[in-house]
């Protein structure tokens, strides 16, 4: 059985960090791609940062780019998203998603797996 258990969001002035962590299980994690996305109220879900199966290979949205950082410990089947200069914008439920191959790709239809979703909430 497949799982990813995300952790580490909460309540965050505007300016703060917050690091997320993505905790994999069932599947070959140091084989794929993995990427993290948002969803907020009454918007779609949408891309955020990606990493490939090693951590060689990295990619951000525009809205991020500089401000986030994507990276995984195969070791303990892990990824995580550091998030810096958070803006009342980021507030979102966060979700990590495990890729269907190797790559580090943007797509949501790439994604198989998907985890139960972390929400952040940034105050202005």
């Known amino acids: 059985q497949v799982q990813l258990v995300e952790s580490g969001g909460g309540l965050v002035q505007g300016g703060g960090s917050l690091r997320l962590s993505c905790a994999a299980s069932g599947l070959s994690f140091s084989s794929r791609g993995m990427g993290w996305f948002r969803q907020a109220p009454g918007k779609e879900r949408e891309y955020v940062a990606s990493?490939?199966?090693?951590?060689?290979?990295?990619d951000y949205a525009d809205s991020v780019k500089g401000r986030f950082t994507i990276s995984r410990d195969n070791a303990k089947n892990t990824v995580y998203l550091q998030m810096n200069s958070l803006k009342p914008e980021d507030t979102a439920v966060y979700y990590c998603?495990?890729?269907?191959?190797?790559?580090?790709?943007?797509?949501?239809?790439?994604?198989?797996?998907w985890g139960q979703g972390t929400q952040v909430t940034v105050s202005s």
């Open positions: 998603a495990a890729g269907s191959g190797t790559g580090s790709y943007r797509g949501l239809s790439w994604y198989g797996y």
């Open positions: 990493i490939s199966w090693t951590g060689g290979s990295t």
